[in-house]
């Protein structure tokens, strides 16, 4: 039998399963969030169960021991798994302010990639990865409006299947099948290949609201406060439960710290263009360090920041 214990803050989970070909795809649930601790306020499992009269297994998920969901299709069992378990720690994290966003680190300062599903947050966090960042999540930030930090919500990487052939170490490093979902995206669990990349709480440094567009060569346009607010408030899951207290959240957000639109149509680039700026705060630190004896002062920003194709 398959089974893992999980917690995020409070809130502790576990999930099993005694079909042996589940195992793969269910272990490739919340892997970060594991946890040796056997204490838990809710379970779900999955189980495979064999119709004589059709002659078709169905899979079977289970809430707590109650029937919630079969279909014969096994994607679609472990998709709307995570979906539930997924809106059930976003209901007990609902204290944060949630945005769709992926978060990476870097000395210290957090960036933020928000959009919509689609958007290729995925895709670039990956690359982030492999430069060394390390990870707060691939598409839910929990933001604490007291003090602006944000929380990492951590689970298996889903990333475009045609993204995936750019990152060929994952697939030889997975033990089992590349599940992969009816919008064609694949689970991977980035400690399969990275050692040390969950990242602690950190207070974001920059906004970046990425758009995919084939051919384009790369630029990182600054946006103002009021197109850069109205952007954030539309990938806000759960801003009507703040009202006020969170609407002041998200125009201290943009008001803090730098926003950029990504316009790329090409990975690489794209990454160089978000590791220059982790190049710049450094080299700002290093003339505020000289001229004030120490911390960083925010230096300006070019109106654009382009990048060429890397072959």
């Known amino acids: 039998m398959f089974r893992r214990y999980c917690q995020i803050h409070s809130?502790?989970?576990?999930?099993s399963t005694h079909c042996k070909q589940l195992e793969p795809g269910l272990a490739l649930l919340y892997p970060a969030l594991s946890t040796t601790s056997r204490k838990y306020c809710a379970e779900?499992?999955?189980?495979?169960?064999?119709?004589?009269k059709t002659?078709?297994?169905?899979?079977?998920?289970?809430?707590?021991?109650g029937l919630i969901y079969d279909t014969q299709i096994v994607d679609d069992a472990l998709d709307y798994?995570?979906?539930?378990?997924?809106?059930?720690?976003?209901?007990?994290?609902s204290h944060f302010v949630q945005i769709h966003a992926a978060g990476l680190v870097s000395g210290g300062k957090a960036l933020l990639?928000?959009?919509?599903?689609?958007?290729?947050?995925?895709?670039?966090?990956?690359?982030?990865?492999?430069?060394?960042?390390?990870?707060?999540?691939?598409?839910?930030?929990?933001i604490d409006s007291a003090s602006g930090t944000a929380w990492p919500f951590l689970r298996s990487f889903r990333v475009d299947s045609k993204a995936?052939?750019?990152f060929p170490e994952f697939f030889v490093k997975q033990s089992g099948p590349a599940y992969c979902d009816s919008k064609g995206k694949i689970r991977l669990d980035p400690s399969l290949v990275l050692r040390d990349w969950v990242a602690q709480p950190s207070q974001p440094r920059w906004i970046i609201f990425p758009g995919y567009q084939p051919g384009h060569r790369g630029e990182l346009e600054p946006l103002g406060e009021t197109?850069?607010?109205?952007?954030?408030?539309?990938?806000?899951?759960?801003l009507a439960e703040h009202g006020k207290r969170g609407m002041d959240t998200l125009i201290s957000l943009v008001r803090r710290f730098q926003c950029f639109r990504l316009n790329t149509g090409d990975l690489h680039t794209a990454t160089s263009l978000l590791e220059g700026l982790t190049e710049q705060m450094q080299k700002s630190i290093y003339r505020s360090g000289q001229t004030s004896g120490g911390g960083f002062i925010g230096g300006g920003v070019p109106t654009t920041v382009a990048g060429g194709r890397h072959e």
């Open 11 to 15: 809130f502790r989970f576990s999930i």
């Open 44 to 52: 779900w499992s999955i189980e495979s169960k064999y119709s004589g």
């Open 55 to 65: 002659g078709a297994h169905a899979y079977v998920c289970y809430e707590n021991g």
């Open 81 to 93: 798994l995570e979906w539930r378990i997924t809106t059930r720690i976003l209901q007990e994290l």
């Open 113 to 142: 990639l928000v959009g919509p599903p689609g958007s290729g947050k995925s895709s670039l966090a990956v690359c982030l990865l492999r430069q060394g960042w390390k990870c707060l999540s691939d598409e839910v930030i929990l």
């Open 164 to 166: 995936m052939e750019a």
């Open 227 to 238: 197109e850069a607010f109205h952007l954030m408030m539309s990938q806000a899951i759960n």
